[in-house]
Every structure is written in C-alpha cells, then in structure tokens.
C-alpha cells in the first residue's frame, strides 16, 4: 500500500525572514507579505484538489505549533471554505532549533563563530548549533510524527522540517536534502518517494 501523500507548505514570510534572522524555535508571526502567501497557497491546493477530483474536507490537516504555521492553516483553511479550527497542533513539526543563534543574521553568527560556521557547512546535517538541534535530531522528531500518518495530509510547518522530510520520505539522501530549497508561498507534493513544487 503507497504511503499517503503530503500537501506541505512552508509557513508564509515574516520580518525576521526578511531580515535574514534565524528564527528557529522562536513564536514570529506572519506579516503582510506571509498572509498573502498563506491565502495563494490555499489557492494552488484547490486546483490540486479538483484536479484530483477531492473536496478539501477529505484530508487530514496538521500544523507545526508555532504561530508563523498556525496562522497560516488557519488562513488556508479558511481560504478553502474549512473552519479555520479544525486542525491539529503538532510540536514535533517545529523548526529546527538553532539555540544560541536564534536571532542572530547567519553573517552575524559567521562573524562571531568563524570555526564553528565552518563545521556547519561541512556537515549541515550532523552539525549541533551551540544550545540547538541537529538536523538529525530534527529528522528523529519528525520521523516519529511521520510514522503517524494514516492518510493523505496537509501540512504547514517550515523549512528545515520540510528538508527533513525529503530526507525521510526517500525524495533525496540526507546531505542533498539538507540543502533542498523549502519556498514560501508554493506547495511541495510528497508522494512516491519523489517531492514536487507547486506555485
């Protein structure tokens, strides 16, 4: 029996993304920009949806728990005419935890943290942020939740659970996943073992 299928989207933008900051674990909200995102995301499912001849109410729907993932189900949800509500709040699909540098410009931490930079991007999948979490312990959090999944899904969470994904779900090895692209405003199709982006 195929696995079910992921509709996943990256939560929409907020300032600290368009300031560059990392924001990992932190509770950002959407701005402007991110709202619209959210809305045309709701659109693209809604074409996919009726090009697979489903109404949207057939899914299941689930959300990373930060506010960036919850609001923008909730604005997909009402998009598609679902009650904004009827979801369910996931912890496991959190963002990447990045500790000490949550906050921080990725050239700030390079500037501060030269050596320790370095060793991320020679091993951005095993490398452990100083107070954080690597992206193996990410894909463990995840995968836990993943083995859950008993039908086809629409997710909102972010991007380094989304590469966590494309490792789990066999889309690609560890350290070419690591580097997938996760855009907003898009939807990303998990289905046989092959991810594929909507815009």
């Known amino acids: ?3 079910p299928k ?3 989207v990256r939560h929409g933008l907020t300032d600290w993304n368009a300031g560059g900051r990392l924001q990992g674990q932190l509770d950002i909200p959407l701005n402007k920009i991110g709202r619209a995102q959210a809305a045309h ?3 693209i499912l809604r074409d996919l949806f009726a090009r697979d001849g489903r109404d949207p109410g057939a899914y299941d729907y689930v959300s990373s728990s930060l506010c ?3 609001e923008t189900m909730d604005i997909m949800r009402t998009v598609l005419g679902l009650p904004a509500e009827g979801y369910r709040r996931e912890g496991r699909l959190c963002e990447l935890a990045f500790g000490d ?3 921080l410009t990725y050239e700030e931490v390079v500037i501060r943290e030269p050596l320790v930079a370095a060793r991320r991007e020679a091993d951005k999948w095993g490398f452990t942020p100083p107070g954080g979490e690597s992206y193996v312990h990410l894909a463990a959090r995840v995968g836990t939740w993943y083995a859950t999944v008993m039908r086809d899904t629409v997710v909102t969470a972010h991007g380094g659970t989304g590469r966590a ?3 789990l779900t066999g889309a690609a090895l560890p350290d070419v996943a690591v580097h997938h692209s ?3 405003g898009v939807v990303y199709v998990f289905a046989a073992g092959q991810v594929t982006c909507y815009a």
């Open 1 to 3: 029996m195929p696995a």
């Open 6 to 8: 992921l509709y996943y």
């Open 41 to 43: 995301s709701a659109e």
């Open 68 to 70: 960036r993932a919850t």
């Open 101 to 103: 540098w949550e906050g």
């Open 165 to 167: 994904l494309v490792a």
């Open 182 to 184: 996760i855009e907003q």
